[in-house]
């Protein structure tokens, strides 16, 4: 099965993308953490995007879909759940057709539907744990008391000012993607507020709808 997640920043993308990679044995493909594992490691690409990532702007869809063409490729284009990815309409076209090329077409888009007034406060608050990958929210999903603070991470584009641009770049280039991705895969809206576990639950229903939770 071939998943994507879709909504703004903040709805909760790789939180639920984590979980059902866990349950499900799903790769978990975030374009936002392979791009921020290249500037971790020093590579050509990390330097190419590192200024785009702390302004919150958009890395070139040509460089973004060579990243997703390599990883899907060394997954066999099977089991796996984007999340990020497409952002762009030119980015959705691309990845229709790639995919179709390789006879592996999505089988469902799962869009999270959050409002924006929330969105701020749940960026503000997050905080990563670059260790394992865990996502936290101080007041929401806080971090386990056995996980040292000083290893958690406020990404720099979880600032206040950079989280409005990345939620202007989100209307003007990532909303129209859904009318790309409704008109080819199945689209599934879901309640992405409330807590964490009410939001995994409304995902597998979606599933499940799908498919049939054995088929997943
Ligand atoms: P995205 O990948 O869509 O940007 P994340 O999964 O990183 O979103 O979640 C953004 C922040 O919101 C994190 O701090 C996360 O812990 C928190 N969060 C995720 N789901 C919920 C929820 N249902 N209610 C409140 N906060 C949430
Ligand atoms: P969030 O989970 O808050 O939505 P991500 O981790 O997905 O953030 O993305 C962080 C940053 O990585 C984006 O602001 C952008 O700079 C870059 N990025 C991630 N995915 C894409 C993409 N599909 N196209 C272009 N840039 C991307």
């Known amino acids: 099965m071939r998943l994507a997640f879709f909504g703004p920043p ?68 099977e089991r796996f759940v984007l999340d990020g990815f497409p952002r762009t309409v030119e980015q959705a076209r691309w990845l229709l ?32 744990d670059p260790e394992t990958g865990s996502i936290y929210h101080l007041d929401f999903n806080p971090p386990p008391a056995d996980v040292p603070a000083e290893r958690l991470v406020h990404r720099p584009d979880d600032q206040p000012d950079a989280v409005r641009h990345r939620l202007g770049v989100y209307d003007d280039e990532t909303a129209p993607v859904e009318a790309v991705l409704r008109a080819h895969v199945r689209f599934f809206e879901v309640d992405g507020t409330g807590p964490l576990d009410e939001v995994q639950e409304r995902v597998g229903e979606a599933i499940a709808e799908d498919r049939g939770l054995s088929g997943i």
Do not use: M, W
């Open 10 to 77: 903040g709805a909760g993308k790789g939180t639920q993308a984590k979980r059902l990679a866990a349950h499900h044995d799903f790769t978990h493909v975030s374009t936002g953490d392979l791009f921020r594992e290249a500037i971790h490691d020093q590579t050509a690409l990390g330097e190419q995007v590192d200024g785009l990532l702390k302004a919150g702007q958009l890395v070139p869809d040509d460089v973004t879909n060579a990243v997703v063409a390599e990883k899907l490729e060394a997954l066999g284009y």
């Open 97 to 128: 057709a790639h995919l179709a090329e390789h006879d592996a077409p999505l089988d469902a888009v799962i869009s999270l539907r959050v409002p924006h007034e929330d969105l701020v406060g749940r960026l503000s608050r997050r905080r990563t």
